[in-house]
């Protein structure tokens, strides 16, 4: 699976911009998917994951009711929308998949990446 992350930028605090993800090579109908994120001089840390099915979600407490994971089994492509963004939330933006099951939050559970958009929030 090819990933390609886009929708990035720069923003203002208190912006709303959408993250997509579109997936090339495969389908996504049987992977879970997630955000990642990666400020500079941090590891790169969880935000979002979403079931095969968009039945489940899971979200990391830092972005938990700004942040809404979607996805278009469709269109091959899975969403970030991101509201209310904070200066905090800059970073780069990484989407995941992985098959399974169950929402992992862990790195290690994804087998394949994307190569990142950068969201920069202005204060």
């Known amino acids: 699976v090819q990933l390609q992350a886009c929708g990035g930028g720069l923003v203002q605090a208190g912006g709303s911009p959408r993250l997509s993800c579109a997936a090339s090579g495969r389908t996504l109908n049987n992977y879970n998917m997630g955000w990642f994120r990666q400020a500079p001089g941090k590891e790169r840390e969880f935000v979002a994951a979403?079931?095969?099915?968009?039945?489940?979600?899971n979200y990391d407490d830092s972005v938990k009711g700004r942040f809404t994971i979607s996805r278009d089994n469709a269109k091959n492509t899975v969403y970030l929308q991101m509201n209310s963004l904070k200066p905090e939330d800059t970073a780069a933006y990484y989407c995941?998949?992985?098959?399974?099951?169950?929402?992992?939050?862990?790195?290690?559970?994804?087998?394949?990446w994307g190569q990142g958009t950068q969201v920069t929030v202005s204060s």
């Open positions: 995941a998949a992985r098959g399974g099951s169950y929402l992992y939050t862990e790195e290690w559970a994804y087998s394949y």
């Open positions: 979403i079931s095969w099915s968009g039945g489940s979600t």
